[in-house]
Protein backbone atom coordinates (compact mmCIF):
# COMPACT_ATOMS: atom_id res chain seq x y z
CA UNK A 1 0.00 0.00 0.00
CA UNK A 2 2.68 2.50 0.89
CA UNK A 3 4.52 1.97 -1.93
CA UNK A 4 1.96 2.06 -4.78
CA UNK A 5 0.89 5.63 -2.65
CA UNK A 6 4.43 6.72 -3.18
CA UNK A 7 4.03 5.52 -6.49
CA UNK A 8 1.13 7.91 -6.83
CA UNK A 9 2.66 10.73 -5.68
CA UNK A 10 5.39 10.62 -8.21
CA UNK A 11 2.85 10.65 -11.26
CA UNK A 12 1.02 13.22 -9.98
CA UNK A 13 4.47 15.04 -9.83
CA UNK A 14 5.46 14.05 -13.56
CA UNK A 15 2.11 14.98 -14.37
CA UNK A 16 2.41 18.67 -12.62
CA UNK A 17 5.69 19.07 -13.93
CA UNK A 18 4.82 18.37 -17.71
CA UNK A 19 1.74 20.46 -17.27
CA UNK A 20 3.99 23.44 -16.30
CA UNK A 21 6.53 22.44 -18.85
CA UNK A 22 3.66 22.76 -21.59
CA UNK A 23 2.77 25.80 -20.17
CA UNK A 24 6.30 27.78 -20.26
CA UNK A 25 6.30 26.58 -24.13
CA UNK A 26 3.12 27.92 -24.76
CA UNK A 27 3.99 31.37 -23.43
CA UNK A 28 7.12 31.42 -25.75
CA UNK A 29 4.84 32.14 -28.78
CA UNK A 30 2.46 34.52 -26.98
CA UNK A 31 2.80 37.95 -28.32
CA UNK A 32 2.53 38.95 -24.50
CA UNK A 33 2.48 36.86 -21.32
CA UNK A 34 1.31 38.59 -18.00
CA UNK A 35 0.52 36.30 -15.25
CA UNK A 36 2.37 32.40 -15.36
CA UNK A 37 1.00 30.39 -12.71
CA UNK A 38 2.66 27.03 -12.59
CA UNK A 39 0.88 25.70 -10.16
CA UNK A 40 1.50 25.83 -5.94
CA UNK A 41 2.75 22.32 -5.29
CA UNK A 42 5.05 22.49 -8.07
CA UNK A 43 8.90 21.86 -8.29
CA UNK A 44 10.40 22.93 -11.74
CA UNK A 45 13.12 20.13 -11.97
CA UNK A 46 16.27 21.44 -14.09
CA UNK A 47 14.49 21.35 -17.79
CA UNK A 48 11.90 23.77 -16.30
CA UNK A 49 13.95 25.62 -14.85
CA UNK A 50 16.13 26.20 -17.51
CA UNK A 51 13.39 26.85 -19.74
CA UNK A 52 11.50 29.41 -17.73
CA UNK A 53 15.03 31.48 -16.87
CA UNK A 54 14.69 31.76 -20.86
CA UNK A 55 11.17 32.79 -20.79
CA UNK A 56 11.84 36.07 -18.19
CA UNK A 57 15.16 36.50 -20.68
CA UNK A 58 13.21 36.81 -23.43
CA UNK A 59 9.93 38.10 -22.35
CA UNK A 60 8.56 40.76 -20.10
CA UNK A 61 6.95 39.23 -17.49
CA UNK A 62 4.40 40.84 -14.78
CA UNK A 63 4.02 37.70 -12.19
CA UNK A 64 5.49 34.10 -12.11
CA UNK A 65 4.19 31.68 -9.39
CA UNK A 66 5.31 28.42 -8.73
CA UNK A 67 5.33 26.15 -5.35
CA UNK A 68 5.89 28.75 -2.71
CA UNK A 69 7.21 31.44 -5.33
CA UNK A 70 5.66 34.52 -6.27
CA UNK A 71 7.68 36.90 -8.53
CA UNK A 72 6.69 40.33 -9.64
CA UNK A 73 7.23 42.44 -12.66
CA UNK A 74 9.93 44.38 -10.36
CA UNK A 75 11.34 41.56 -9.63
CA UNK A 76 11.76 39.84 -12.73
CA UNK A 77 12.72 43.07 -14.73
CA UNK A 78 15.86 42.76 -12.59
CA UNK A 79 16.25 39.17 -13.18
CA UNK A 80 15.71 40.21 -16.88
CA UNK A 81 18.43 42.71 -17.01
CA UNK A 82 20.76 40.36 -15.18
CA UNK A 83 20.42 37.83 -17.65
CA UNK A 84 20.57 40.05 -20.22
CA UNK A 85 24.01 41.64 -19.29
CA UNK A 86 22.60 45.29 -18.49
CA UNK A 87 23.25 44.67 -15.05
CA UNK A 88 25.69 43.26 -12.54
CA UNK A 89 23.86 43.92 -9.29
CA UNK A 90 20.27 42.33 -7.17
CA UNK A 91 18.81 44.50 -5.15
CA UNK A 92 15.57 42.95 -3.95
CA UNK A 93 13.86 44.70 -0.66
CA UNK A 94 10.99 43.77 1.39
CA UNK A 95 8.57 43.00 -1.37
CA UNK A 96 10.92 39.67 -2.09
CA UNK A 97 9.57 36.96 -1.24
CA UNK A 98 10.50 34.26 -3.43
CA UNK A 99 9.93 31.52 -1.25
CA UNK A 100 12.01 28.33 -1.11
CA UNK A 101 12.00 27.09 -4.38
CA UNK A 102 12.57 30.66 -5.37
CA UNK A 103 15.51 30.81 -4.23
CA UNK A 104 16.44 27.46 -5.59
CA UNK A 105 15.74 28.70 -8.80
CA UNK A 106 17.61 31.94 -8.07
CA UNK A 107 20.51 30.03 -7.26
CA UNK A 108 20.33 28.57 -10.79
CA UNK A 109 20.32 31.88 -12.26
CA UNK A 110 23.45 32.59 -10.60
CA UNK A 111 25.24 29.82 -12.19
CA UNK A 112 24.56 31.42 -15.25
CA UNK A 113 24.89 35.29 -14.44
CA UNK A 114 27.27 35.79 -11.42
CA UNK A 115 26.45 39.39 -9.80
CA UNK A 116 28.58 41.84 -8.69
CA UNK A 117 26.59 43.63 -5.64
CA UNK A 118 23.67 41.63 -3.81
CA UNK A 119 20.84 42.97 -1.88
CA UNK A 120 18.02 41.51 0.18
CA UNK A 121 17.34 43.91 2.98
CA UNK A 122 14.89 43.17 5.18
CA UNK A 123 13.24 40.65 3.38
CA UNK A 124 12.15 38.01 6.05
CA UNK A 125 14.20 35.47 5.04
CA UNK A 126 13.67 31.94 6.07
CA UNK A 127 16.79 30.48 7.41
CA UNK A 128 16.71 27.57 4.21
CA UNK A 129 16.15 30.76 2.41
CA UNK A 130 18.97 32.34 3.94
CA UNK A 131 20.94 29.22 3.12
CA UNK A 132 20.19 29.02 -0.31
CA UNK A 133 21.14 32.66 -1.14
CA UNK A 134 24.55 32.25 0.40
CA UNK A 135 25.41 29.14 -1.52
CA UNK A 136 24.24 30.58 -4.52
CA UNK A 137 26.82 33.04 -3.57
CA UNK A 138 29.75 30.59 -2.93
CA UNK A 139 29.36 28.62 -5.95
CA UNK A 140 28.50 31.59 -8.73
CA UNK A 141 31.79 32.38 -10.61
CA UNK A 142 34.02 35.18 -9.86
CA UNK A 143 36.20 36.25 -6.72
CA UNK A 144 34.94 39.19 -5.76
CA UNK A 145 31.77 40.66 -4.65
CA UNK A 146 31.49 44.50 -3.87
CA UNK A 147 28.71 44.66 -1.88
CA UNK A 148 26.30 41.96 0.14
CA UNK A 149 23.65 43.26 1.84
CA UNK A 150 21.50 41.42 4.14
CA UNK A 151 20.28 43.45 6.67
CA UNK A 152 17.06 42.72 8.63
CA UNK A 153 17.10 39.22 8.22
CA UNK A 154 17.69 36.67 11.25
CA UNK A 155 20.45 35.33 10.18
CA UNK A 156 21.34 32.07 12.46
CA UNK A 157 24.08 30.27 13.46
CA UNK A 158 24.02 28.03 10.06
CA UNK A 159 23.65 31.48 8.10
CA UNK A 160 27.03 32.82 9.86
CA UNK A 161 28.87 29.65 9.42
CA UNK A 162 27.69 29.68 5.44
CA UNK A 163 29.39 33.41 5.20
CA UNK A 164 32.04 32.15 6.96
CA UNK A 165 32.89 29.62 4.20
CA UNK A 166 31.39 32.32 1.92
CA UNK A 167 34.35 35.07 3.07
CA UNK A 168 36.88 32.23 2.69
CA UNK A 169 36.41 31.75 -0.43
CA UNK A 170 36.03 35.50 -2.16
CA UNK A 171 36.05 38.95 -1.31
CA UNK A 172 33.50 40.43 -0.28
CA UNK A 173 34.16 44.34 0.30
CA UNK A 174 31.11 45.91 1.82
CA UNK A 175 29.51 43.25 4.34
CA UNK A 176 26.38 45.03 6.05
CA UNK A 177 24.27 42.69 8.80
CA UNK A 178 22.77 45.53 10.69
CA UNK A 179 19.61 44.31 12.70
CA UNK A 180 20.23 40.59 11.93
CA UNK A 181 19.96 39.37 15.71
CA UNK A 182 23.48 38.43 14.92
CA UNK A 183 25.27 37.39 18.62
CA UNK A 184 28.74 37.80 19.91
CA UNK A 185 29.45 33.91 19.65
CA UNK A 186 28.30 34.73 15.55
CA UNK A 187 30.23 37.64 15.72
CA UNK A 188 33.80 35.69 16.10
CA UNK A 189 32.89 32.40 13.90
CA UNK A 190 32.27 35.32 11.33
CA UNK A 191 35.93 36.90 12.00
CA UNK A 192 37.09 33.52 11.73
CA UNK A 193 36.43 34.37 7.95
CA UNK A 194 37.04 37.52 7.39
CA UNK A 195 40.86 37.04 9.00
CA UNK A 196 41.20 34.04 6.25
CA UNK A 197 39.58 36.57 3.49
CA UNK A 198 42.23 37.75 0.45
CA UNK A 199 42.29 41.26 0.10
CA UNK A 200 40.63 43.90 2.78
CA UNK A 201 36.90 44.53 3.23
CA UNK A 202 35.99 48.32 2.71
CA UNK A 203 33.36 48.13 5.80
CA UNK A 204 30.87 45.46 7.49
CA UNK A 205 27.98 47.30 9.48
CA UNK A 206 26.75 45.90 12.09
CA UNK A 207 24.84 48.09 14.05
CA UNK A 208 21.31 46.76 15.96
CA UNK A 209 22.69 43.59 16.36
CA UNK A 210 22.91 41.37 19.88
CA UNK A 211 26.44 42.30 20.65
CA UNK A 212 27.90 44.94 23.08
CA UNK A 213 30.88 47.50 22.69
CA UNK A 214 32.76 45.28 24.21
CA UNK A 215 31.68 42.81 21.89
CA UNK A 216 32.46 45.12 18.93
CA UNK A 217 36.19 45.89 20.61
CA UNK A 218 36.82 42.07 20.64
CA UNK A 219 35.82 41.96 16.99
CA UNK A 220 37.73 44.34 15.82
CA UNK A 221 40.99 43.20 17.15
CA UNK A 222 40.30 39.45 15.32
CA UNK A 223 39.88 41.22 12.76
CA UNK A 224 42.48 43.98 12.98
CA UNK A 225 43.98 45.22 9.90
CA UNK A 226 41.53 43.25 7.43
CA UNK A 227 38.87 45.59 7.90
CA UNK A 228 38.71 49.30 6.94
CA UNK A 229 35.38 50.45 9.09
CA UNK A 230 32.88 49.09 11.33
CA UNK A 231 30.14 50.65 11.65
CA UNK A 232 28.10 50.04 14.57
CA UNK A 233 25.00 52.18 14.07
Not at 149 to 174: A, C, D, F, H, S
Not at 202 to 207: E, K, R, V, Y
Request: one cysteine or more.
Amino acid sequence: MKRGSRGSREVYKWTLRQKALQDILAAYSMPRVDTLNLGNRLQLGQRGTNLLIDLIKSKNLKEVRFADCVMKQTDLQKLRRLLNDESESLFFDETFKFGFEGTVFLKNILQRKPVKKFSASNCGLSRLEIRNIIEALYYMEGDEILELNLQGNRIGEEGITLLRELLKRKTVYKLVLAHCYVTASQLQVLAGGITKMRGLMDGISLGGNLISKKDIEFFKKSVDKKVREIAQH
